[in-house]
């Protein structure tokens, strides 16, 4: 996977300081500028950007590269939003927090949202220091309709979007599909390329952005979406978000949601 194949140029080696790993992945770049599909960026031991791929750039609303660096997502994002994105970086500098397949909603060019996997990792020197963190936003791919359980792995799918109002257990999903669990996780993350609670997850939130479009109430969002309790349904969106439900619900009134809104999902961090 991309980012895999991302992580590993990390690993090998640790240099003395970022700056040195930077002489290295700047040779790198145009070959990440040519990805479409995914946000890549390198960040300081403070939060800065300090190297992000032609994606990322473009997402931020910019043409060049130049001014994104040397500062942290609570300088380029909204004052509701950057300091929340900063502090999950803090967490994987200060505490070395590694951050892997975080199902995100993002915002993309067309200003049309869209999931995407997010993963963070730390960066460490030749003493074993933190001297940064690399991160990577891959979109989230169509179903692979050609692999040979796509048919028993789709009636799964319909399922979850029939029956994500209330707890759906794995064990049912692999009565529908006739296979273990083991195998229900391994393809559907080949077809869908989400994990079997992601794809819960998923199908939730995207009922709850819809409600929260509405008056409901927010309690009865999150127990139309799933969710008996409210604060797990607050973490959930917010963590995929950015968002508290009813931080989401006060921006996008008044308009349509996609033209009030700038997720960190418009500039992945």
Not at 36 to 55: E, G, Q, S
Not at 107 to 129: D, F, I, S, V
Not at 147 to 162: F, G, W
Request: net charge positive.
């Amino acid at each position: 996977m991309l980012q895999s194949a991302f992580a590993s140029l990390f690993q090998g080696s640790r240099p003395h300081s970022i700056e040195q790993l930077l002489s290295g992945v700047e040779q790198l770049l145009p070959m990440l500028d040519v990805l479409p599909n995914a946000a890549i960026f390198i960040k300081d031991i403070d939060a800065r950007y300090v190297l992000a791929n032609r994606t990322l750039v473009q997402r931020c609303g910019l043409k060049q590269l130049q001014p994104l660096l040397g500062k942290t997502s609570a300088e380029v994002f909204p004052a509701q939003l950057g300091p929340g994105y900063t502090e999950q970086d803090r967490r994987v500098l200060t505490q070395g927090l590694v951050l892997e397949d975080q199902l995100e909603l993002h915002l993309y060019g067309t200003r049309e949202p869209g999931w995407c996997l997010t993963h963070k990792w730390p960066l460490y020197n030749q003493l074993g220091a933190i001297i940064g963190l690399a991160g990577i936003s891959v979109d989230l791919q169509s179903a692979s309709e050609t692999h040979p359980a796509y048919q028993r792995l789709a009636a799964v799918d319909e399922h979850i979007r029939s029956h994500f109002n209330r707890r759906v257990t794995l064990g049912e999903l692999t009565r529908i599909a006739g296979i273990s669990v083991a195998q229900l996780e391994r393809y559907c993350k080949r077809v869908f390329h989400l994990t079997p609670r992601q794809m819960i997850q998923k199908v939730r939130l995207e009922h709850a952005r819809r409600l929260l479009h509405t008056e409901l109430p927010i309690t009865e969002v999150a127990l139309q979406c799933g969710y008996t309790d409210h604060s797990a349904f607050t973490r959930q969106f917010k963590s995929s978000t950015g968002f508290t439900p009813r931080q989401y619900r006060q921006a996008t009134q008044g308009g349509r949601p996609d033209e009030n809104l700038m997720w960190e999902g418009a500039c992945p961090r």
